[in-house]
Nanobody, 118 residues
Framework: EVQLVESGGGLVQPGGSLRLSCAVS????????MSWVRQAPGKGLERVAT???????RYGGSVNGRFIISRDNAKNTLHLTMNNLKPEDTAVYYC????????????WGQGTQVTVSS
């Protein structure tokens, strides 16, 4: 059974940090391209960051320099370290399996809420 399970969300003050995790099962994780995607209230989906099988990373412009995507292939886990958080980072964050040949996602986690507020 394919599963992507996020954890680590919560409430944080502006300027604070959080680390999200996504446990992946049902795949050979090291063979997967993975992304973090978020959806803010009343807005569409936004790709936050992507990491390839070789560790190459790409970031959305709004988070570049503040967020770090990483992977632990030994533990089948994807991470997103978020620093200097801003109120506009408030969203539900999803991990997703990315298909680079079609620029699409075919498996999603259930999402974890991140709220940045004082």
């Amino acid at each position: 059974e394919v599963q992507l399970v996020e954890s680590g969300g919560g409430l944080v003050q502006p300027g604070g940090s959080l680390r999200l995790s996504c446990a992946v099962s049902g795949f050979t994780f090291s063979n997967l391209h993975m992304s973090w995607v978020r959806q803010a209230p009343g807005k569409g989906l936004e790709r936050v960051a992507t990491i390839g099988t070789g560790g190459t990373t790409r970031y959305g412009g709004s988070v570049n320099g503040r967020f770090i995507i990483s992977r632990d292939n030994a533990k089948n886990t994807l991470h997103l370290t978020m620093n200097n958080l801003k109120p506009e980072d408030t969203a539900v964050y999803y991990c997703a399996k990315y298909r680079p040949n079609s620029w699409s996602y075919d498996y999603w986690g259930q999402g974890t809420q991140v709220t940045v507020s004082s």
